[in-house]
């Protein structure tokens, strides 16, 4: 992890955006060293990973300049590895390159604004108010990945594959195999109704009951 230096701040930001003038964190990875089918004898594979803010939708592509983006990032990321390891020569060393950035997540995967981590975890986008892994209305139709249940990050996301193959198995009736004593007439806890909305309201009531009475113990 290569921490960006900040400016102004205490902390640098998690997110960078080139009008700042702090400079971004990013993290490497190396898995040849641990896999060494990950790169040919005597060679590395080394993965950069930086955040940056999603598409601005209210400016133009030439506004956003995705591709001045990528560019000036190589620059930044390859001269503090040098400067802060002391290899030197590294951009001469590099044989192979390739680059995602927002737009390759908007153009291949269609995601909104090139969104890398699906729907934002705030508070309405959470337990029964995230989009379910079943349609509330439609039959047929499921969804999987960053922006439904479980949520976002791989593990999550594999997670959230499995539990929508197991609904979909449910929902045809057909025995889950990976699971022991798997019966399709076995009630599904996966079941998303208009039950799941009740509770989480009840629990917003809960909470902000207590809110008051901490407010007014305060007080």
């Known amino acids: 992890m290569f921490v960006g230096l900040p400016c102004g701040q205490e902390f640098p930001d998690v997110y960078w955006k080139r009008d ?24 590395d594979t080394v993965m950069v990973l930086i955040l940056v803010d999603n598409i601005d939708t209210s400016k133009t592509p030439k506004e956003n300049d995705i591709d001045g983006l990528v560019t000036g990032t190589r620059e930044y990321i390859l001269s503090c590895i040098e ?7 590294l951009k001469a060393l590099i044989e192979h390159e390739s680059f995602h950035s927002p737009t390759t997540w908007q153009e291949m995967f269609n995601s909104d604004r090139g969104s890398v981590f699906g729907l934002n975890h705030n508070f309405f986008n959470i337990l029964s108010f995230r989009p379910h892994i079943k349609h509330d209305v439609t039959e047929g139709i499921y969804f999987v990945g960053a922006s439904t249940h479980p949520g976002a990050g791989v593990p999550t996301c594999l997670s959230g594959a499995k539990l929508t193959a197991e609904r979909v198995l449910r929902d045809l009736e057909v025995p889950i195999s990976w699971q022991a004593g798997s019966s399709h007439g076995k009630k599904d806890p996966l079941k998303t109704t208009a039950c799941g909305f009740w509770w989480a309201w009840r629990g917003i009531a809960f909470l902000g009951a207590l809110f008051v009475m901490v407010a007014t113990w305060q007080i």
Not at 83 to 89: A, H, L, P
């Open 20 to 43: 700042r003038m702090s400079k971004p964190s990013f993290y490497a990875h190396v898995p040849s060293r641990a896999d060494l089918s990950a790169a040919p004898e005597g060679k």
């Open 83 to 89: 400067n802060r390891t002391g290899i030197v020569g």
